[in-house]
């Protein structure tokens, strides 16, 4: 059972360029979410969305892109990387419904924007 | 502005011994609150949560103290053992079955250290 899946575990990008940090659960989740970690700052929410073809904005939107076109799978892209982007990004799902909801997340993807 | 403050940044316990881990709210929207564990290179994993009408929950070694008047919640590791160090992370998210529910706010993390 894989759980949460994300893809590339490591990237180095230039600023300006342009990438998308894959995500997929085979876990049938209706919830899923991307979250940065920082140093000081803990986990904050960057996108999320509540089921296929439905998204919306967390607390740090900005520079980022989603879409759910699947259950399965939540890409984020980033449109132009810059170096306030370098962060360790972290893929998370749940069931849908009441808070409680245990959120499963990815084992993270590193990213380092120069 | 984070909405969930955590302390300590970092705390080193001696095998044995008891880690306590402190987190402060203010909004009173919050009615879920989980505690994460991540090891290195790894993410954040569930440990134990809990829901405000209840004052305590254990489980294992773990235990989450709640006062809800004084919108605080704490983290005890009881007889902590090597294998515990890491970062553990408070949270907080609203309730309601509606999409707010699943908006986790973090702390900002206390790294944990157990030593020999």
């Known amino acids: 059972n894989a759980g949460v899946t994300q893809t590339p575990k490591f990237q180095v990008l230039k600023t300006g360029q342009s990438m998308t940090l894959q995500c997929a659960q085979d876990m049938n989740h209706e919830y899923m979410s991307w979250y940065r970690q920082d140093p000081g700052m803990g986990l904050r929410l960057i996108h999320y969305s509540v089921g296929a073809g439905i998204t919306d904005q967390g607390e740090v939107p900005n520079g980022y892109n989603v879409s759910r076109s699947t259950t399965e799978d939540f890409p984020l892209r980033l449109l132009s990387a810059a170096p306030s982007q370098t962060s360790v990004y972290f893929c998370?799902?749940?069931?849908?419904?009441?808070?409680?909801?245990?959120?499963?997340f990815g084992e993270g993807s590193w990213l380092t924007v120069v | 502005q984070q909405q969930v403050k955590q302390s300590p940044q970092s705390l080193i316990v001696q095998k044995g011994g008891i880690s306590i881990i402190n987190c402060a709210y203010e909004n009173t929207a919050f009615d879920y609150f989980p505690w994460y564990q991540q090891f290195p290179g790894k993410g954040p994993a569930l440990l134990i949560a809990?829901?405000?009408?209840?004052s305590e929950k254990k489980e294992g070694r773990f235990t989450i103290s709640f006062n809800k008047s004084a919108k605080q919640f704490s983290l005890h590791i009881m007889d902590s053992q090597p294998g515990d160090s890491a970062t553990y992370f408070c949270a907080a998210s609203p309730r309601g079955a509606t999409d707010s529910w699943g908006k986790l706010q973090f702390g900002a993390g206390t790294q944990v250290v157990v030593t020999p």
């Open positions: 998370a799902s749940s069931y849908r419904g009441y808070s409680g909801n245990t959120i499963y």
């Open positions: 809990i829901r405000p009408d209840v």
